[in-house]
């Protein structure tokens, strides 16, 4: 098992700033994917940003430039910086968990980021 604990979000205007954090504990493999998605009202769960354990990321198009995604190998914790944020990145954000080549998906609790005026 693993757990994921995540921090962050909130209400920002929009053109602002805000920084997401997902610490993972329990089973954790050397190789493993940790990251983001975000779900908006109505709407599917979307990719945000992953990264490996070996640093490959990959990137939603429509985040690019404007969202980076890092982590802390050493407190297994990964980092959503997220700037110039536009209504549309309003949607609850999911930290997401998953030990490599093969393992089930684990999810964090969910936090609400809201971008509006």
């Known amino acids: 098992q693993v757990q994921l604990v995540n921090s962050g979000g909130g209400l920002v205007q929009p053109g602002g700033s805000l920084r997401l954090s997902c610490a993972a504990s329990g089973s954790i493999f050397s190789r493993n994917t940790m990251g983001w998605y975000r779900q908006a009202p109505g709407k599917q769960r979307e990719l945000v940003a992953t990264?490996?354990?070996?640093?490959?990321?990959n990137i939603a198009d429509d985040v690019k430039g404007r969202f980076t995604i890092s982590r802390d190998y050493a407190k297994n914790t990964v980092y959503l910086q997220m700037n110039s944020l536009k209504p549309e990145d309003t949607a609850v954000y999911y930290c997401?968990?998953?030990?490599?080549?093969?393992?089930?998906?684990?999810w964090g609790q969910g936090t609400q980021v809201t971008v509006s005026s």
């Open positions: 990264i490996t354990s070996g640093s490959t990321r």
């Open positions: 997401y968990f998953q030990n490599l080549p093969v393992g089930r998906d684990y």
